[in-house]
């Protein structure tokens, strides 16, 4: 057993990490008015990163619970989650929203387990984030008039708020950008069920036909690694038809089993063969060379969200909205675009 004291964290330590006066720590720490939200966004992550006992912020709202969508093989919250539940987090302690969190496979996204869910924290409000709801939890929210935010997520009947980067046109962009570099036979490597990804495709495809070119859609069953599975998608498509000489991946995991795998049979990349991943995880920098993507700010996704609810607790009865985020393309060994 370790008998090491933790060490108490004081006001001044937040204050000297964050770069800023003991005097503006305490004012944040005890919710005065007058700082900037990016100030107090900051202080409030130094002190949770560091274990200070946090106050709650004026409960001025009823409470909420975000459900995180499990990852099915592996059992962990991805790394695209990771960012959305520090902006969740950061903007509903801005907000004085209580903000519980528990991860959940979709399968089990039933009412009966999404209302017990609430119920366990006092919830009223609910963050679906990288679920979309199936028909019989959406007539139940529907039908208790739950207020709801997809995030990550679209209703493409508009009957729940959400917001998501802007899919559609990210993926149209993407695709852009190697029609741009010369390519017109491209491979789009996806695989899943979920509205998000169906308008990536849609926008992949979309670009395409814009130029005549010719757009293959190839998915994958995601039943254990998204890089193997790109990978050996990849040998066996250029086995067949090696006249392709690009891809626009789903993202950037999948973006990597395609690198390794035109690698691996010979090809120069960007050369012979060019790749743009999306998300922009830790991933695509890693790689080597350095991919192509797309940036999705996921920290601005969950304060999105966090100010969606805000707005509908305090006005239940206006119209559903959907909000999109653009995505930044970001430059990577895997593209030519001329050095820009």
């Given at each position: 057993m370790n008998d090491t004291p933790t060490k108490r964290f004081r006001q001044?330590?937040?204050?000297?990490?964050?770069?800023?006066?003991?005097s503006t720590v305490s004012r944040v720490l005890a919710n005065e008015p007058g700082i900037s939200e990016d100030v107090r966004r900051q202080i409030?992550?130094?002190?949770?990163?560091?274990?200070?006992?946090?106050?709650?912020?004026?409960?001025?709202?009823?409470?909420?619970?975000a459900l995180i969508a499990s990852n099915g093989v592996t059992g962990v919250l991805s790394i695209f989650y990771e960012g959305i539940v520090e902006g969740l987090r950061s903007e509903a302690a801005l907000k004085g929203i209580p903000f519980d969190i528990r991860l959940i496979s979709e399968a089990k996204a039933t009412p009966?387990?999404?209302?017990?869910?609430?119920?366990?924290?006092?919830?009223?409000?609910?963050f679906l984030v990288g679920i979309d709801p199936g028909e019989a939890l959406s007539a139940w929210l529907m039908e208790s008039r739950t207020p709801v935010i997809l995030v990550n997520g679209t209703d493409p009947q508009l009957r729940f708020e959400g917001v998501s980067p802007s899919n559609f046109f990210g993926a149209h962009a993407a695709t852009q950008r190697l029609i741009v570099a010369g390519h017109r036979r491209i491979l789009?490597?996806?695989?899943?069920?979920?509205?998000?990804?169906?308008e990536r495709i849609l926008g992949f495809e979309t670009a395409v036909a814009s130029v005549g070119g010719e757009a293959r859609v190839i998915r994958l069953p995601f039943e254990t690694n998204a890089s193997v599975e790109a990978h050996a998608a990849t040998l066996a498509v250029l086995k067949e038809d090696p006249g392709f000489s690009a891809a626009f991946c789903m993202n950037d995991f999948v973006a990597v089993g395609v690198l390794e795998a035109v690698t691996e049979i010979g090809l120069s990349v960007p050369k012979d063969f060019a790749i743009v991943g999306f998300d922009d995880l830790p991933c695509a920098e890693m790689s080597s060379p350095r991919l192509a993507t797309m940036r999705v700010d996921r920290v601005a996704l969950g304060r999105e969200a966090v100010g969606m609810m805000h707005f509908r607790f305090r006005h239940p009865e206006a119209p559903a909205r959907h909000v999109s985020h653009a995505v930044i393309p970001v430059h990577g060994g895997t593209l030519d675009e001329g050095q820009r």
């Amino acid at each position: 057993m370790n008998d090491t004291p933790t060490k108490r964290f004081r006001q001044s330590d937040i204050a000297t990490r964050a770069g800023v006066s003991v005097s503006t720590v305490s004012r944040v720490l005890a919710n005065e008015p007058g700082i900037s939200e990016d100030v107090r966004r900051q202080i409030l992550k130094v002190a949770s990163d560091l274990g200070y006992p946090l106050k709650a912020g004026p409960k001025t709202s009823p409470g909420t619970l975000a459900l995180i969508a499990s990852n099915g093989v592996t059992g962990v919250l991805s790394i695209f989650y990771e960012g959305i539940v520090e902006g969740l987090r950061s903007e509903a302690a801005l907000k004085g929203i209580p903000f519980d969190i528990r991860l959940i496979s979709e399968a089990k996204a039933t009412p009966e387990t999404v209302r017990d869910l609430m119920d366990s924290v006092a919830a009223q409000g609910l963050f679906l984030v990288g679920i979309d709801p199936g028909e019989a939890l959406s007539a139940w929210l529907m039908e208790s008039r739950t207020p709801v935010i997809l995030v990550n997520g679209t209703d493409p009947q508009l009957r729940f708020e959400g917001v998501s980067p802007s899919n559609f046109f990210g993926a149209h962009a993407a695709t852009q950008r190697l029609i741009v570099a010369g390519h017109r036979r491209i491979l789009h490597l996806t695989g899943s069920h979920r509205q998000t990804i169906r308008e990536r495709i849609l926008g992949f495809e979309t670009a395409v036909a814009s130029v005549g070119g010719e757009a293959r859609v190839i998915r994958l069953p995601f039943e254990t690694n998204a890089s193997v599975e790109a990978h050996a998608a990849t040998l066996a498509v250029l086995k067949e038809d090696p006249g392709f000489s690009a891809a626009f991946c789903m993202n950037d995991f999948v973006a990597v089993g395609v690198l390794e795998a035109v690698t691996e049979i010979g090809l120069s990349v960007p050369k012979d063969f060019a790749i743009v991943g999306f998300d922009d995880l830790p991933c695509a920098e890693m790689s080597s060379p350095r991919l192509a993507t797309m940036r999705v700010d996921r920290v601005a996704l969950g304060r999105e969200a966090v100010g969606m609810m805000h707005f509908r607790f305090r006005h239940p009865e206006a119209p559903a909205r959907h909000v999109s985020h653009a995505v930044i393309p970001v430059h990577g060994g895997t593209l030519d675009e001329g050095q820009r």
